[in-house]
T-cell receptor, first 115, second 117 residues
Framework: GENVEQHPSTLSVQEGDSAVIKCTYSDSASNYFPWYKQELGKGPQLIIDIRSNVGEKKDQRIAVTLNKTAKHFSLHITETQPEDSAVYFCAATAAYGGSQGNLIFGKGTKLSVKP | DGGITQSPKYLFRKEGQNVTLSCEQN?????MYWYRQDPGQGLRLIYY???????QKGDIAEGYSVSREKKESFPLTVTSAQKNPTAFYLCASSISQGTGRLFQPQHFGDGTRLSIL
């Protein structure tokens, strides 16, 4: 079945620096890749997503890039702020198996932005 | 405000007891999902429902049961058969993932944390 690997598991940056989180997926048929931000004690919040027919998508300080050949996608946060501190999850659609048509999640990256 | 409401926020279960977690949405979404989240882990799918009166098992359905009698509601029961129920449970909803359609984004509630007494 689909497998999504996410790196790094923890990331610490200085305020104003950029942060990059990378995910790889195993199923070449995956066609939708969302990123979620989860603050402590809360549910994940969708922050940006990308479909397989697009290579890059940007929304203010957040961007996602997709390399279908290499089967990896990345989240880029520029000009980081302390309020960006949270756990970030990537996900990819599963084309096969018990979760067919649903999302498979990475294990998350805990981002800390130091003032 | 439209959204997904999960209750209670914290829940405690005694050994051998069934407990039910509530999930209600007023987004008019057809599809609803239950996920389990363990520390340092991603989200794993327990059950999902694309339409009222129909639901499917996800990757870790053993020890859980659901019902979908109303579009707005998708309660999850953690049965005594679930030997390791301590976790953070998340409910999500989306527009229907109809065949051939573009995948529809899932939106999450704020979760229920279940612990064993």
């Amino acid at each position: 079945g689909e497998n999504v690997e996410q790196h790094p598991s923890t990331l610490s940056v200085q305020e104003g620096d950029s942060a990059v989180i990378k995910c790889t997926y195993s199923d070449s048929a995956s066609n939708y890749f969302p990123w979620y931000k989860q603050e402590l004690g809360k549910g994940p919040q969708l922050i940006i997503d990308i479909r397989s027919n697009v290579g890059e998508k940007k929304d203010q300080r957040i961007a996602v890039t997709l390399n279908k050949t290499a089967k990896h996608f990345s989240l880029h946060i520029t000009e980081t702020q302390p309020e960006d501190s949270a756990v970030y999850f990537c996900a990819a659609t599963a084309a096969y198996g018990g979760s067919q048509g649903n999302l498979i999640f990475g294990k998350g990256t805990k981002l800390s932005v130091k003032p | 405000d439209g959204g997904i409401t999960q209750s209670p926020k914290y829940l405690f279960r005694k050994e051998g007891q069934n407990v039910t977690l509530s999930c209600e949405q007023n987004l008019n979404h057809d599809a609803m999902y239950w996920y389990r989240q363990d520390p340092g882990q991603g989200l794993r799918l327990i059950y999902y429902s694309q339409i009222v009166n129909d639901f499917q098992k996800g990757d870790i359905a053993e020890g859980y049961s659901v019902s979908r009698e109303k579009k707005e509601s998708f309660p999850l029961t953690v049965t005594s058969a679930q030997k390791n129920p301590t976790a953070f449970y998340l409910c999500a909803s989306s527009i229907s993932q109809g065949t051939g359609r573009l995948f529809q984004p899932q939106h999450f509630g704020d979760g229920t944390r279940l612990s064993i007494l």
